[in-house]
């Protein structure tokens, strides 16, 4: 086997569900297994293992925070259900890359952060806005997963928040699956990341009988919700953007009654800042409407909004050329890296995923576009450092 091969056979099957997919969600069992398998792999390669206090991981292979230092790393938290590669194929990556550099450049780094997809906890990136001020902790250390549970509950503490001394690094490169199907190379380079956001549409009603309460005296909630769905389809193909409404809450949840409250969750992101703002604000505006004439009532709440990240070009451009011209395109995923690029020189390399299928167990890269990816890591890694 290739060392790829070998060191991911050893996370594979952790955290894996029936359905083929992947059950990581941040500081569950699963993730704390995988972040003691960090923990082994550090350990290994002599780095030392640091946490800075809101539940990320780094492994040095020089001091700690030393200025100058170029970071690399993903996270290993999942969507429920998620594929396989989607955050830990960055970061065994970091660690093969790493090991190919010349020891003697110290000045190397892999990052684990926590929460990157927002499942458990609700905002994506936590780990990563915490760490760079975005967000402060007392705000993160409230947020509950759907059982209660707090992030400050299932971190043991109030998150440290912001670390100034992420200034100081010499950038961060990420390696990640390419969650699309614009790649046709093994690895290409990315340019920018749309503008996207969550927010979470309560819409209220009257709970009520379904089987003796007239159609003309309903105030049926879920009507409301439907047309939502329906409309964010509509604006998004409209505007060339993407919306998506993948969860939704109901109250009191039974078959044979009209709801009380539904509560769904809005994903929203388009090339850029003006398009998607246009989206949310016609969306809401016709969903006002319509409850008007449902007899219902709409709150929205946006929970996490972020604004278009265009990675450094320089340092895009070094890439593609270290990497021989390897195209440079954008994504429409949210990543660490995105969060990390108002503070530091930040890239990010995407592997080839011949399905074009994320956030899914179709999700996949083959072991061989896998270690082309950590080659030019390794290359990158080599050239910064």
């Given amino acids: 086997m290739s060392a790829f091969t070998d060191l991911w056979s050893e996370i594979a099957p952790i955290g894996r569900a029936e359905s083929g997919g992947y059950l990581r969600y941040a500081l569950s069992e699963p993730e704390l297994t995988l972040r003691d398998w960090f923990r082994t792999q550090a350990a290994r390669r002599d780095m030392l293992v640091t946490d800075d206090g809101n539940g ?30 989607d955050g830990p194929l960055g970061i065994v990556s970091a660690f093969l890359a790493a090991d190919l550099v010349d020891p003697s450049r110290r000045n190397i780094a892999v990052a684990a952060f926590c929460e990157e997809e927002g499942g458990r906890f609700g905002v994506p990136c936590l780990g990563s806005r915490l760490l760079t001020g975005a967000i402060a902790p007392e705000k993160a250390a409230a947020l509950q997963d759907r059982d209660g549970v707090s992030f400050g509950e299932a971190l043991g503490r109030t998150p440290a928040g912001q670390d100034a001394r992420v200034s100081g690094l010499k950038a961060f490169v990420e390696l990640h699956i390419e969650q699309g199907r614009a790649l046709e190379t093994p690895v290409g380079v990315a340019s920018a990341i749309w503008p996207h956001g969550r927010w979470r549409m309560d819409f209220g009603g009257v709970a009520d009988h379904a089987g003796t ?3 003309t005296d309903r105030h049926d909630p879920m009507l409301t919700f439907a047309f939502t769905v329906l409309a964010a389809n509509k604006e998004a193909r409209l505007s060339g953007a993407h919306a998506t409404v993948g969860r939704v809450q109901v109250e009191p949840n039974a078959t044979n009654a009209i709801p009380s409250l539904v509560r769904g969750w809005l994903d929203a992101r388009a090339a850029d800042t003006g398009t998607l703002d246009q989206l949310v604000e016609s969306l809401v505006k016709k969903v006002n409407e319509r409850a008007g004439r449902d007899g219902t009532t709409l ?17 895009a451009q070094r890439l593609s050329r270290v990497l021989g011209d390897a195209p440079i395109l954008p994504t429409g995923a ?40 950590i080659s030019a890591l390794a290359a990158i890694l080599g050239d910064l450092a």
């Fill in 213 to 215: 309460t007239r159609m």
């Fill in 56 to 85: 990320n991981l780094f492994a040095w292979r020089g001091e700690p925070w030393t200025p100058g230092t170029v970071l690399t790393g993903s996270h290993f938290d999942s969507v429920p259900h998620g594929g396989g590669y």
């Fill in 334 to 373: 949210g990543h660490d890296a995105g969060v990390l690029s108002a503070h530091v020189p930040t890239a990010m390399l995407f592997v080839r995923n011949p399905t074009g299928v994320s956030h899914s167990p179709a999700e996949y890269a083959s072991d061989e576009d896998c270690e082309a990816g």
């Fill in 299 to 315: 709150e929205v709440t946006p929970e996490s909004v972020t604004a278009e990240v265009a990675f450094d070009e320089a340092l």
